[in-house]
């Protein structure tokens, strides 16, 4: 990991080849205390799991790209969940023939992944929502 602080609240930077991508996310968060933010990812990975909410079943619906892809967009937030920070993230994938794969990132090995990541100054909190059965910000 090669990470560049820009000013007190934004970093800009690159995850190693081989690691995980959310948790690449996750390390970056902990690492520097940041509780809640935004951040942006482009790149490419060499196989992924994420998943689509079926709002009917009230849940996650998992699949599996076991193929080299690039990243045409990763983008999400960070919020603490029971105190710690939580990545929720979405990304839209591309194969070599262009077509696209999409949903809620679950796990994606890193091929190359440049993040730009903001800081907010206050956390905010995510928490369970009975009539979505979802996670979401308080």
């Given at each position: 990991?090669?990470i560049?602080k820009?000013?007190?609240?934004e970093w800009?930077g690159?995850f190693?080849?081989?690691?995980?991508?959310?948790?690449?996310?996750?390390q970056?968060?902990k690492?520097?205390?940041?509780?809640s933010?935004?951040?942006?990812?482009i790149?490419?990975v060499?196989?992924s799991?994420f998943?689509?909410?079926?709002q009917?079943q009230?849940?996650?619906?998992?699949?599996?790209l076991?193929?080299?892809?690039?990243?045409l967009?990763?983008?999400?937030n960070?919020t603490?969940l029971?105190?710690?920070?939580f990545?929720?993230?979405?990304?839209?994938?591309?194969?070599n023939?262009?077509?696209?794969y999409?949903?809620?990132?679950?796990?994606?090995?890193i091929?190359s992944?440049?993040?730009?990541?903001?800081?907010?100054?206050?956390?905010?909190?995510?928490g369970?929502d009975g009539?979505t059965g979802?996670?979401?910000?308080?």
């Amino acid at each position: 990991m090669k990470i560049y602080k820009q000013m007190d609240n934004e970093w800009f930077g690159r995850f190693s080849e081989g690691a995980d991508l959310k948790e690449s996310i996750l390390q970056l968060a902990k690492e520097n205390k940041i509780e809640s933010g935004y951040f942006n990812i482009i790149g490419a990975v060499k196989d992924s799991r994420f998943s689509y909410y079926d709002q009917t079943q009230k849940k996650y619906l998992e699949m599996h790209l076991d193929e080299n892809a690039e990243i045409l967009n990763c983008t999400g937030n960070i919020t603490l969940l029971d105190r710690e920070p939580f990545v929720h993230a979405h990304i839209t994938l591309a194969d070599n023939e262009g077509r696209a794969y999409g949903g809620h990132l679950m796990a994606a090995t890193i091929f190359s992944a440049e993040i730009y990541l903001k800081k907010f100054p206050n956390p905010v909190e995510r928490g369970p929502d009975g009539s979505t059965g979802l996670k979401l910000i308080k």
